[in-house]
C-alpha cells in the first residue's frame, strides 16, 4: 500500500512531494521517495488533480517496479 502526500509553499510555486511504499501484511517500510521542486500547473479550482500529479511522478525519481507488488491470498 502507498500513501503520498503534495505541499506547498504559502506564497510561492515551490513544493515538496513524498511517497512511502508499506508492506500491506507487516507495515514494513518498502520503498519511500520524496522531492522538491516548483508548481509546474497554476491552482484552479476543481482541477488540483492536475497541479498533483506532476509532481507524484517526477522524472528519474520513480519508484521500483518490485515496490509495487500485488498481495497474496
Known sequence: MA???VAYARGSDRLAAAV?????VTLDVVEEVAI????????????????ETVPQRPE????KPCALKPLRS
Open 60 to 63: 528519474g525519481r520513480t519508484l
Open 36 to 51: 522538491t521542486g516548483a508548481a509546474t500547473f497554476p491552482y484552479i479550482p476543481g482541477l488540483f488533480a492536475f497541479r
Open 3 to 5: 500513501g503520498l502526500d
Open 20 to 24: 512511502v511504499v508499506l508492506d500491506a
